[in-house]
């Protein structure tokens, strides 16, 4: 009787420690580096210890290994250099997802060496920053924020026939310098609007070339041809600085530059010089070389537009990537396909 009812003990605690597993089993804990939509957060509390460090400023590296020892997933965002420092202090780091599109703040050789998966969201915010590039484009053309200016410091005394003359937009020619999916989402608006559209990029869009009538060019031919060109490059060791002395030189005196893609793209230095003796017309800016430190150069502009990095600020598209950056990062974690992985190298490094 006694043996039979130690049987039955020790199958009760069995059952009862398998259906209380999940409580009693240490579950996985994550970082994600600032405060993101809910919906993103939501995603990952469901299944993990998340820590989310709720300060609008980025961490400093230091603080961001104390906050991050431990973790087995990071949410990072494009703000947070995590260099191979980083990465080699932090031994139980599985994955890393960037809530961004480009990824030039992650040491990915560092990552894939440790076997460390990254992942990014690209798509979601492309519809949000092609709007944006065309709103910069139409502002610093017709002026829009210098005539604000002049409106609310109560300099205005009435309509004048030569006040705040810009450029005409419709009818003028776009060049766009990166034909991914945000520079076609831009060609697509531009074609919209009536613009005339060329473009540079490594591989002919026989598409865009038929749809929109487009036309692909060399990058000094593009310069010398449009009325506005526009950024759309991923930041690499090619295209930093791609915009520098020479190529604004070759651009018309009556172009403007926008850029939404990444700073250091822009020789800032360069740019600052070309807008003062007007070797260019202007600049619309939401992005920097040194963010959020800008160049005090084009802070005494007038003929530039500036903008605080907010090309996929909607709250459609920063929703989509924070929900995106976690499924991305529980993927990852859980040994599942992950849809927007930058490095499928780092599976030769698991151990």
């Keep these: ?12 605690c069995k059952t009862f420690f398998l259906n209380k597993r999940e409580k009693y089993v240490m579950k996985k804990k994550l970082l994600i580096t600032r405060e993101i939509p809910e919906a993103g957060i939501t995603v990952l509390r469901e299944r993990y210890e998340v820590v989310v460090y709720e300060k609008e400023t980025p961490l400093k590296k230091e603080a961001l290994i104390k906050m991050a020892s431990g973790c087995d997933g990071i949410l990072t965002l494009l703000t947070d250099k995590i260099d191979a420092e980083i990465i080699e202090a932090l031994p139980t780091l599985k994955g890393i997802a960037n809530y961004a599109v480009g990824f030039d703040n992650i040491d990915i050789n560092s990552a894939t060496k440790r076997g460390i998966a990254v ?13 944006l590039t065309i709103a910069l484009i139409f502002a610093v053309a017709r002026r829009v ?3 604000d200016q002049f409106t609310r410091t109560g300099k205005w005394k009435g309509w004048g026939p030569t006040q705040f003359l810009g450029a005409d937009v419709r009818g003028a020619t776009i060049g766009i310098v990166g034909l991914g999916k945000i520079g076609t989402a831009v060609a697509n608006l ?5 613009m005339k559209v060329v473009y540079f990029n490594r591989g002919e869009n026989s598409d865009i070339e038929s749809s929109l009538n487009a036309q692909q060019l060399p ?7 449009a009325d506005f060109v526009t950024l759309h ?4 060791k090619e295209t930093e600085h791609l915009m520098g002395e020479k190529e604004f030189k070759t651009m018309k005196e009556t172009a403007y530059l926008i850029n939404t893609s990444r700073g250091k793209v822009v ?3 360069a740019l600052v010089t070309a807008l003062k003796e ?24 007038d003929n530039v537009v500036l903008l605080p990095h907010i090309a996929s600020a909607t709250t459609t598209a920063r929703t989509k990537m924070a929900v995106m950056a976690a499924e991305n990062l529980v993927a990852i974690l859980e040994g599942e396909n992950i849809p927007n992985l930058v490095n499928p190298d780092f599976r030769k490094n698991l151990k």
């Design 233 to 236: 490059v991923p930041l690499t």
């Design 119 to 131: 992942s990014n969201t690209p798509g979601v915010l492309t519809d949000a920053t092609a709007d």
């Design 145 to 147: 924020v210098e005539a």
């Design 219 to 225: 990058l000094e031919e593009l310069l010398s041809t």
């Design 190 to 194: 531009a074609h919209g609007i009536g």
């Design 1 to 12: 009787m006694g043996k039979y009812r130690n049987v039955r003990y020790l199958d009760f």
């Design 267 to 269: 020789d800032e230095g």
């Design 278 to 301: 007007n070797i260019i017309a202007g600049a619309g800016l939401d992005v920097y070389e040194e963010e959020p430190k800008i160049n005090p150069g084009l802070l005494k502009l």
